[in-house]
């Protein structure tokens, strides 16, 4: 096992530096001068072309990129061409409020459908059934933005602001600054709506794939002697059923996981949360290549580290799952 987890680690060396060039290659490509948007009025040929020398940009692309790289071995991430701030200081400042909201939003995903596969699985082709499928089809047809429209004219307009539709206040502890804000309840206020946005899609997906693998093992063998045996249904349900169908589910929890980073970008710009999504967003129309760098550093690497989280949860799931040296 310990052998197979540090060549997964050393697998992920080679993929985050081909997502990193290529995103760095992308910048490069596109129209925009992150100088231009520095020097706003008071540019000129000569002090846009001392600027390109200060930060590099004047070098070959190729040349650029093998000097981030340095860098970035040294723990420095750079600066922000435009605000000078540290790369790595923004990015932490941020990820708090990112975290929260994915994990919120799988919270709530599996919260939805790890009962809703179960009730549709044991009463298959009745009405609780044909409810929890529906259900999950609606959930699946509505985009995330769209549901967080909807959320945000129901519980900030309608409801005459009964949820704040902007805006965040930190979970005591986590105040990054002096002068932020931070409550529970406030918290709780301004994440539950982004938190259903982005967690609703997810949990329609999952309860369709739980409740065909729960219909898949509720029928085999070992169910079937558990229940002969005079089990509590519930303990055959949970026990012999739940944890058997959740190996295949796992797979695409890991990749949901991922894409709710995706989902963020988009939910945290429409309810306007401080964290990765409008960092990302903000550094790519500022063409801030320090920071849009930074950004996709920090995605891919979550992203492969929770692929390999996923492959190592098998052997929780199922411990007739080895694998080599």
């Known amino acids: 096992m310990r052998t197979y987890i540090i060549r997964r680690l050393l697998q992920i060396i080679p993929t985050v530096l081909m997502i990193t060039f290529v995103v760095f290659m992308m910048m490069r490509s596109v129209p925009g001068d992150p100088v231009v948007a520095l ?25 650029q990129y093998a000097i981030w790289l340095g860098k970035l071995v040294q723990g420095d991430w750079g600066s922000s061409i435009i605000s000078g701030h540290s790369v790595l200081r923004d990015v932490l400042l941020r990820l708090p409020v990112t975290l929260e909201l994915i994990i919120l939003g799988m919270a709530i995903a599996m919260l939805i459908a790890v009962p809703a596969a179960i009730i549709g699985a044991l009463r298959q082709n009745r009405w609780q059934d044909y409810t929890a499928t529906s259900a999950a089809l609606v959930g699946i ?73 729960m219909l898949e093992v509720i029928r085999t063998e070992y169910v079937t002697s558990a229940r002969a045996k005079g089990l509590n249904e519930w303990k055959v349900v949970f026990k ?54 930074g950004f996709a550093l920090l995605t891919a690497c979550a992203f492969v580290v929770m692929n390999l989280v996923v492959d190592l949860t098998y052997t929780l799931l199922d411990p007739r799952i080895r694998y080599g040296g």
């Open 240 to 293: 012999h059923g739940l944890k058997n169908a959740l190996i295949p589910t796992v797979t695409v929890m890991g990749l949901q996981v991922s894409f709710l980073i995706g989902g963020a970008i988009v939910i945290e710009t429409l309810f306007a949360l401080p964290g990765l999504g409008t960092f990302g967003i903000n550094a790519i129309i500022a063409r801030d290549y320090q920071q849009v760098q």
């Open 39 to 63: 020097l706003g009025d008071a540019y000129t040929e000569e002090d846009a072309a001392k600027m390109r020398e200060v930060y590099g940009l004047d070098r070959p692309i190729v040349v």
């Open 141 to 213: 047809s509505i985009p995330e933005f769209f549901l967080g429209v909807l959320l945000l004219l129901l519980f900030s307009v309608a409801f005459k602001g009964l949820l704040p539709s902007s805006g965040w206040v930190y979970l005591p502890g986590t105040c990054p600054t002096i002068v932020c804000t931070a409550s529970v309840w406030g918290n709780l206020q301004h994440v539950i709506m982004p938190a259903i946005a982005l967690g609703v899609g997810r949990a329609a997906i999952l309860t369709r794939l739980l409740r065909a693998s």
